[in-house]
């Protein structure tokens, strides 16, 4: 069965500090990878994708992930973190039929000045 | 471009109730899936719609129900509610299966 694990339930990193959150997933075959972001009481934002190909992507705010089959992890990274960035990053994966996604309990980012 | 809307966008019930939460996707977008957030937890899946037909559903009870218009809207339908059924329900369209997902601000669901 398809499952997501986030290992950290919540991360604080300095303002300009790099930032790597990590996820891990189960799954068959090539997935179709996620991440998300939420901010309190808002819904879900994308912040990349992994379908195929590249393994390194490149996402908005820039963030970026790299997607490493050998170690079934899909973990995401942000060379110097701002104080928007605190919210909750969901990592998420979607059988390539393309329905059932599978949500990581996520991780809290807190950030410190 | 309008994204994806969701209504009401909070609402109390007594357990017992039925409740029915509406979702109306991004235009040109076929396919609807509707998520339970539990506070503290990620989204868990629902179910899925394309071409008003049901493509998925998760693990949940036949207390849940759901359909998606012609024009691609859905509804989101949950009798006999628990308190357990508190939550965030979020909606996500997308253009086709395997397309990625754009997601609603979600309707927060109280069960008193």
């Known amino acids: 069965a398809q499952s997501v694990t986030q290992p950290d339930i919540h991360i604080t990193v300095s303002e300009g500090a790099s930032l790597e959150l990590r996820c891990n997933y189960s799954?068959?075959?090539?997935?179709?990878l996620f991440w998300y972001v939420q901010s309190p009481g808002q819904g879900l934002q994308l912040l990349l994708k992994?379908?195929?190909?590249?393994?390194l992507v490149q996402g908005i705010k820039g963030f970026e992930a790299e997607f490493k089959r050998s170690q079934s992890s899909f973990n995401l990274r942000k060379p110097s973190v701002h104080w928007s960035d605190a919210a909750e990053y969901f990592c998420a994966v979607e059988n390539t039929g393309g329905f059932k996604t599978i949500f990581g309990a996520g991780t809290r980012l807190f950030v410190k000045a | 471009d309008a994204g994806v809307t969701q209504s009401p966008t909070h609402l109390i019930k007594t357990r017992g109730q039925h409740v029915t939460l509406r979702c109306s996707p991004i235009s040109g977008h076929k396919s609807v899936s509707w998520y339970q957030q539990v506070l503290g937890q990620g989204p868990q899946f629902i179910f899925q719609?394309?071409?008003?037909?049901?493509?998925g559903r998760g693990n949940f009870p036949d207390r849940f129900s759901a359909r998606q218009f012609p024009n691609y809207s859905s509804e989101l339908n949950v009798n006999a509610l628990l308190l357990g059924d508190s939550a965030l329900y979020l909606c996500?369209?997308?253009?086709?299966?395997?397309?990625?997902?754009?997601f609603g601000p979600g309707t927060r669901l109280t069960v008193t």
């Open positions: 996500a369209s997308s253009p086709l299966l395997g397309s990625e997902q754009y």
């Open positions: 992994y379908f195929s190909g590249d393994t």
């Open positions: 799954y068959g075959a090539t997935p179709y």
């Open positions: 719609y394309y071409e008003k037909e049901e493509r």
